[in-house]
């Protein structure tokens, strides 16, 4: 059966500091891998989008970079953390092909800025 | 902002019916689904319609879709408090089927 795993689970990190929050996927190949972010309240708002290894789309300008080194693994990372960047950080997957699949989600990192 | 519309918050007295609505953008979305997210956790999916139905249901659930007005429901019957939760609608458009979100409906179920 598929898995997916999402680590940390919480993370409290300084203004300034590196980010690395990692992704990982069991059981399938070649999956369409997704970064979301869900700020304070609500939304659910789509940072990267993957449907191969390096092959990462941004959707939105920020301090955040996405990679994609293997097959099943989605890390993202930032140099420098801003407050803004806190928020409910959710990874997903869904098989790639023809969007007519359900996505699977971690069960999300919350990340606070301090 | 998300190009996927929806209401922002609804309550509703257990046992009645709640109906969730969403605008979606892309006509080509082949797919339209429903995820339900609890507090503290990831997303479920809850349903889904295929674009050429007009509706599904799936026992207490039922998915209205007005391909016409790109207009997508969800009327859950019989509303229980375990049912308190953030519904979001998606779609995946071509050409990538990127799967896109709403902004989440934030359903709160009172006795």
């Known amino acids: 059966s598929q898995t997916i795993h999402q680590w940390p689970a919480t993370l409290v990190q300084p203004v300034g500091s590196p980010l690395s929050l990692e992704c990982t996927v069991e059981g399938t190949s070649n999956p369409n891998l997704y970064w979301y972010r869900q700020a304070a309240g609500r939304g659910l708002q789509l940072l990267f989008y993957s449907v191969g290894i390096g092959q990462i789309s941004s959707e939105v300008p920020q301090n955040l970079s996405a990679s994609r080194p293997q097959d099943r693994q989605f890390i993202l990372s930032s140099k420098k953390l801003l407050l803004s960047d806190s928020g409910f950080y959710l990874c997903?997957?869904?098989?790639?092909?023809?969007?007519?699949?359900?996505?699977?989600f971690g069960q999300g990192t919350r990340l606070t800025v301090v | 902002g998300e190009d996927v519309e929806q209401s922002l918050f609804l309550s509703v007295r257990e046992g009645d019916s709640s109906v969730i609505n969403c605008t979606y953008t892309d006509s080509s979305s082949t797919y339209l689904y429903w995820y339900k997210q609890e507090p503290g956790a990831g997303l479920q999916l809850l349903t889904y319609?295929?674009?050429?139905?007009d509706m599904k249901q799936d026992q207490r659930l039922t998915v209205l879709l007005n391909k016409k007005d790109k207009h997508l429901s969800l009327r859950i019957a019989d509303t229980q408090t375990g049912d308190s939760a953030i519904y979001f609608c998606a779609e995946t458009p071509l050409p990538d089927y990127k799967l896109s979100f709403g902004a989440g409906t934030t359903v709160t179920v009172r006795a």
């Open positions: 997903a997957w869904q098989s790639g092909g023809q969007g007519n699949t359900e996505a699977f």
């Open positions: 319609i295929f674009s050429n139905m």
